[in-house]
């Protein structure tokens, strides 16, 4: 998932963290991704992003307040 990362593939970089067991030395490149789909107006892919991240530890860093913030912009840009 890194080396997708590092070459701005970023749909092949969600695909390969999606596909894997998480661990929790990815959940801060899995953070870092989630934040560059939302720069990318990419609202569910970020949200989808934070669900793994929530789904394996719920307390990492600010991921539950961000998954309540993208649901609420991913419904009035009217994407849900």
């Known amino acids: 998932g890194i080396a997708y990362m590092k070459r701005a593939n970023y749909t092949l970089t969600m695909e390969q963290f999606q596909a894997i067991p998480i661990s929790d030395a990815d ?3 899995i953070y870092q ?3 560059v789909m939302y720069e990318k107006n990419r609202i569910g892919e970020a949200l989808a992003l934070l669900r793994v ?8 860093r600010d991921a539950a307040e961000r998954i309540e ?3 609420i912009r991913f419904a009035e840009e009217g994407q849900s």
């Open 27 to 29: 959940l801060e490149n």
């Open 33 to 35: 991704l989630h934040l």
């Open 53 to 60: 991240i929530v789904d394996y530890d719920d307390g990492y």
């Open 69 to 71: 913030m993208l649901r």
